[in-house]
Nanobody
Framework: QVQLVESGGGLVQAGGSLRLSCAAS????????MGWFRQAPGKEREFVAA????????SYADSMEGRFTISRDNAKNTVYLQMNSLKPEDTAVYYC?????????????????WGQGTQVTVSS
């Protein structure tokens, strides 16, 4: 059974940083593109970032590019999201997801598995 388990969320002040991790099991990790999404209260879930199977290609939502960095360690079956210069509007539940290629994650057209989410709260 495929499992994606996020960790690293928490409460941080505006301008601070957090690193989220997502540990995958149940599949060959390097066969999947990986992504991060988030959902703020009262809003729809939105794309944050995605990374290709090898890690050579990354994609970001416009509002996150330059502040967030997605990376992966295929030896550890883990994908990361480094978040810097956090703003109160970054407050959301952050979800890890997997799919066949980054394009389907970016477009939201095919997402095979989701994690349970981790809460990130940025105080002003």
């Amino acid at each position: 059974q495929v499992q994606l388990v996020e960790s690293g969320g928490g409460l941080v002040q505006a301008g601070g940083s957090l690193r989220l991790s997502c540990a995958a099991s149940g599949r060959t990790f390097s066969n999947d593109a990986m992504g991060w999404f988030r959902q703020a209260p009262g809003k729809e879930r939105e794309f944050v970032a995605a990374i290709s199977r090898s890690g050579s290609t990354t994609s970001y939502a416009d509002s996150m590019e330059g502040r967030f960095t997605i990376s992966r360690d295929n030896a550890k079956n883990t994908v990361y999201l480094q978040m810097n210069s956090l703003k109160p509007e970054d407050t959301a539940v952050y979800y890890c997801a997997s799919g066949p290629i980054t394009r389907t994650l970016v477009a939201g057209t095919r997402i095979d598995y989701w994690g349970q989410g981790t809460q990130v709260t940025v105080s002003s």
